[in-house]
């Protein structure tokens, strides 16, 4: 199934400066009994241009309890959509050096909303933005607040907040911000960002500054750290705990994650992932444990076959329920558990195509944006579980779909992965790839095996590459490579047929299987067993598929066709000849080639048209239609049968044409006017009806159900008339429908009577005239009526001729069986072809057939034909066995001689002497 493509949630501003700018995005939060949650909102600072909050919903939550959706879509106004909810304007000299983040909460009378953003130009400073609207108003009270950070020069690389509860009756905000620098500083800020509570460079962090530089940090719930990240580590949740009372807030959990400075590519096991706790309120201390509290320093572990990767394209992200630390690179996706003791490595896939943007949407699945297609990848099975081209993404709204695809975040509940395309806010809706919620607590499905079977990815190039010892060890049991010899003969052929296949050169493709073979004519080619890996791989050269631009503006996106590359006639023919030249080998091969996208099903006919668009003159969809075994599906037979009533229909209309222009004297000659109309469309004319009635014999031998609808899913009204008439000629002139000796009747065809209309958009019934339909069922009853009576009359004159037909088979077969025997003398001996024999004290000639002969010596004074057609002599036992009893009792000769004279020859007379 194809990915659907993305919906546009927002337009985004651009960078005032297009070429440095940049625009970050963060997560907006709300608070609740000092727990922080995710919104399904997005802050979107642009540099030089403002802050943004936009609404990201698609549609309403799906709930459990019909009523309760009953009453909560019955207030249009909890329905969100796609919008911006508020902006804020920043400076033109401002560019931002982190993700900003937001916090709604709702008051008792109105709604508050606390933006707050990091810039490093015209100075370092962290800006809020404060937005409150009374119930009892509509235009909100927008306010800003700045703050200069005066004893670090390094920027600012994570914001977050730390929420805490507060007493009833206190005007102040339940949570502080904390800014954690690229240096390690890390400072706690009220949410107004008049106090600064405290900054420190921790102990840990200074060990590593001098070589390491923060990356990015992520702040989770302690309640949430027990679930995953410290679920097997009691000792770190109490320690987190220490030196808070019962009932005072929890502190959140601060994960930091330093780099190595200043290097291109870094390698995974120099990462290092430094977790804190950090008290919910700030104390007035100046130990540093009470600021942060250190738990734990680990490294990430180093995956095999990956030495290093490019610090640029490095994306981290951390799952709080899974406890995953989340990697994403140019190259595929890492997810390493940190609920381990010692972190490892639960899932990844590598891919040699390169990644724009990586993310997780489920515990086995990630979806991936690549040069070539966007997908969701199953991360066990190695697979693609759907899939969309890049070309395809927001191909149909006009906008520029040459910038990347980055993904920003997921909402589970939702379904939806949000995403940036240059500019451009975008969301995939990935509902369909779970089952709908049940009642229970139980997870969705995710990650079938069954859903991943033929959907593996892999390098195409490389299928059927043998020159790597991996590649080796993959395919020397599928390809039956069992020696060093074969393999190297494999690559020779694989390294031919590449060569031929780029330079269009049909003989030289020919050549390269010959010699693979080692046979130096194609009727000597092997048509016993062959291996079918040999043959997917050859039909990967002769088909491919590319892009069309469609035709339906609604959707203007590209769409897969079938197209034919080279015919190499000899290696087509052999395939053919083995029956491995089928629809469903085509769509393995391609499947492969077209790897790591997901090709799905050729549509119908696509096929037929494939092989006509190859060859006009029909030569090749004719070889092919004449293998029963290769279109087996009625609907491919249908569309063929199709193709063939329009070329028939446009050969009849060009004789009109012609027949006019002659009864006009508008031609020289009827022949150079049939020639300049015809040109060299009057060579195919017999391969045009070739095929049709191949067509119609081919699909005949599908069951009558399938016929039918095939039949009427492909062919239009006028086109089964069409149809229909062209089987009333046959059969009149076969003499199918007319009594022995007369001429045949002229069946009128559909061209020549203008009360057809024969087009391709006619779907509404083809005749102009109602009684015409009446005569023609009339006229089809009277030659079903006539063809019956011929059936009848062949009948019975095959019944009165049986004797003399049966007579000339068994002849023809005997001299057939004779020839074959060439070596041997074949020359009967006329004495044993007679017998003599007494029966009731008459003598007794017997005329009987040669064994190994070819004539039949039926009497000395001339031939005669066979008066029966009694079953083959054979030898009477003497002996005979009771059914009653099984006892064997003798035969008497009266009963032999009765067996004998019943088992005469099969075919001979007897001729009594008197």
Same mark, same amino acid.
């Given at each position: 199934m194809d990915l659907q493509s993305p919906s546009i949630l927002a337009q985004l501003p651009r960078p005032l400066h297009a070429t440095t700018g940049k625009t970050r995005i963060g997560d907006v939060f709300s608070l609740a009994d000092s727990k922080k949650r995710k919104r399904y909102e997005v802050a979107v600072a642009v540099d030089g241009e403002a802050v943004n909050i936009y609404n990201v919903r698609l549609k309403a939550f799906k709930f459990s309890s019909l009523l309760f959706m009953s009453n909560f879509f019955s207030d249009s106004k909890q329905i969100q959509t796609p919008k911006l909810v508020t902006s804020y304007a920043v400076p033109p000299q401002s560019k931002f050096s982190c993700r900003p983040c937001s916090v709604r909460r709702k008051l008792k009378t109105t709604v508050?909303?606390?933006?707050?953003?990091?810039?490093?130009?015209?100075?370092?400073?962290?800006?809020?933005?404060?937005?409150?609207?009374?119930?009892?108003?509509?235009?909100?009270?927008?306010?800003?607040?700045?703050?200069?950070?005066?004893?670090?020069? &390094?920027?600012?690389?994570?914001?977050?907040?730390?929420?805490?509860?507060?007493?009833d009756g206190v005007e102040s905000d339940p949570f502080d911000i904390i800014a954690v620098h690229e240096d390690g500083h890390v400072r706690r800020l009220s949410s107004d960002?008049?106090?600064?509570?405290?900054?420190?460079?921790?102990?840990?962090?200074?060990?590593?500054?001098?070589?390491?530089?923060?990356?990015?940090?992520?702040?989770?719930?302690?309640?949430?750290?027990?679930?995953?990240?410290?679920?097997?580590?009691?000792?770190?949740?109490?320690?987190?705990l220490a030196g808070s009372n019962v009932g005072e807030d929890e502190p959140s959990v601060l994960l930091v994650l330093s780099l190595p400075t200043n290097a291109g590519h870094i390698a995974l096991e120099d990462v290092n992932v430094q977790i804190f706790s950090v008290p919910a309120k700030s104390i007035n201390s100046s130990e540093e444990s009470q600021r942060l509290q250190h738990l734990q320093t680990v490294t990430v572990p180093s995956v095999d076959g990956l030495q290093k990767v490019s610090a640029e394209t490095l994306q981290w992200n951390f799952h709080s329920g899974s406890a995953g630390l989340q990697l994403s690179f140019d190259k595929g996706f890492i997810n390493i558990d940190?609920?381990?003791?010692?972190?490892?490595?639960?899932?990844?896939?590598?891919?040699?195509?390169?990644?724009?943007?990586?993310?997780?949407? &489920?515990?086995?699945?990630?979806?991936?944006?690549s040069e070539s297609l966007v997908a969701v990848y199953d991360t066990q099975y190695q697979s693609i579980q759907r899939s969309i081209a890049t070309s395809d993404v927001l191909s149909s709204s006009g906008l520029n779909t040459d910038r990347p695809t980055v993904f920003i975040t997921y909402f589970a509940k939702l379904g939806i992965a949000v995403a940036t395309k240059g500019n451009t806010l975008i969301a995939f809706d990935l509902t369909s790839l779970h089952t709908p919620s049940a009642p229970s607590l139980k997870r969705s499905r995710?990650?079938?095996?069954?859903?991943?079977?033929?959907?593996?990815?892999?390098?195409?190039?490389?299928?059927?590459?043998?020159?790597?010892?991996?590649?080796?060890?993959?395919?020397?049991?599928?390809?039956?490579?069992?020696?060093?010899?074969?393999?190297?003969?494999?690559?020779?052929?694989?390294?031919?047929?590449?060569?031929?296949?780029?330079?269009?050169?049909?003989?030289k493709f020919d050549n390269a299987l010959l010699a693979f073979f080692e046979v130096e004519t194609p009727a000597a080619l092997p048509t016993e067993f062959i291996n079918s890996e040999y043959s997917l791989f050859i039909l990967s050269k002769i088909f491919a598929i590319e892009n069309v631009a469609s035709s339906d503006a609604a959707t203007a996106s590209?769409?897969?066709?079938?197209?034919?590359?080279?015919?190499?006639?000899?290696?087509c023919k052999w395939l053919l000849r083995l029956g491995?030249?089928?629809?469903?080998?085509?769509?393995?091969?391609?499947?492969?080639?077209?790897?790591?996208?997901?090709?799905?099903?050729?549509?119908?006919?696509?096929?037929?048209?494939?092989?006509?668009?190859?060859?006009?003159?029909?030569?090749?969809?004719?070889?092919?239609?004449?293998?029963?075994?290769?279109?087996?599906?009625?609907?491919?037979?249908?569309?063929?049968?199709?193709?063939?009533?329009?070329?028939?229909?446009?050969?009849?209309?060009?004789?009109?044409?012609?027949?006019?222009?002659?009864?006009?004297?508008?031609?020289?000659?009827p022949t150079e006017e049939l020639t300049r109309r015809l040109g060299s469309e009057k060579t195919i004319v017999e391969a045009i009806f070739k095929g049709l009635n191949t067509s119609l014999n081919k699909l005949h031998s599908h069951p009558i159900p399938s016929i039918i609808k095939s039949l009427r899913s492909n062919l239009s009204r006028s086109e089964l008339l069409f149809m229909i008439d062209h089987l009333r000629l046959c059969l009149a002139t076969g003499g199918f429908t007319s009594p022995f000796g007369e001429n045949p009747p002229y069946a009128h065809h559909p061209c020549t009577n203008q009360t057809y209309r024969f087009s391709q958009d006619d779907h509404s019934g083809a005749l102009n005239d109602a009684s015409r339909e009446a005569e023609l069922i009339t006229d089809l009853k009277s030659e079903v009526s006539a063809a019956l009576g011929g059936i009848e009359e062949s009948l019975y004159l095959k019944g009165i001729l049986r004797e003399l037909l049966s007579f000339t088979e068994a002849t023809q077969a005997m001299k057939k069986h004779a020839s074959s025997k060439s070596e041997r003398d074949t020359t009967p001996n006329p004495s044993n072809s007679v017998r003599y024999e007494k029966l009731n004290g008459a003598d007794l000639m017997i005329f009987t057939q040669p064994e190994d002969g070819d004539g039949f010596d039926a009497d000395a004074s001339g031939k005669m034909l066979p008066l029966s057609m009694k079953p083959a002599s054979k030898n009477v036992s003497k002996t005979k066995v009771k059914k009653s009893t099984g006892e064997t009792k003798a035969r008497t000769s009266r009963e032999i001689g009765y067996l004998n004279r019943k088992a005469a020859g099969k075919y001979s007379f007897e001729r009594l002497l008197i």
């Open positions: 508050k909303r606390q933006t707050f953003a990091a810039a490093i130009k015209p100075e370092q400073q962290i800006k809020s933005f404060v937005e409150e609207i009374s119930s009892g108003s509509s235009a909100p009270t927008i306010s800003s607040s700045t703050t200069t950070i005066k004893d670090s020069r &390094s920027p600012v690389a994570f914001l977050g907040i730390v929420p805490f509860s507060i007493k960002l008049k106090t600064q509570r405290w900054s420190i460079q921790h102990s840990e962090i200074s060990k590593v500054s001098s070589t390491h530089a923060v990356h990015t940090c992520f702040l989770i719930d302690l309640e949430d750290a027990r679930k995953g990240l410290f679920k097997r580590r009691q000792d770190l949740v109490a320690l987190a940190l609920s381990q003791y010692s972190p490892s490595v639960t899932s990844q896939f590598i891919l040699d195509d390169k990644f724009s943007s990586v993310m997780r949407i &489920s515990p086995q699945c990630v979806i991936g944006a995710d990650g079938l095996l069954i859903d991943a079977i033929g959907r593996g990815i892999g390098s195409s190039a490389a299928q059927w590459d043998m020159s790597s010892k991996k590649r080796q060890a993959e395919n020397k049991a599928s390809l039956q490579l069992d020696s060093t010899e074969k393999i190297e003969k494999w690559n020779v052929f694989t390294k031919g047929v590449e060569e031929a296949t780029n330079a269009r050169d049909t003989t590209s769409q897969s066709q079938l197209r034919v590359v080279l015919w190499p006639k000899a290696t491995h030249f089928t629809l469903d080998n085509i769509q393995v091969a391609l499947r492969r080639v077209n790897k790591p996208q997901v090709l799905q099903p050729l549509p119908t006919g696509s096929f037929v048209q494939a092989l006509v668009d190859s060859d006009p003159s029909l030569g090749h969809i004719n070889e092919v239609i004449r293998h029963s075994s290769i279109l087996a599906s009625s609907d491919e037979l249908s569309f063929a049968l199709k193709h063939f009533l329009k070329q028939v229909h446009s050969y009849f209309s060009t004789l009109q044409e012609t027949a006019r222009a002659i009864s006009n004297n508008d031609a020289a000659t």
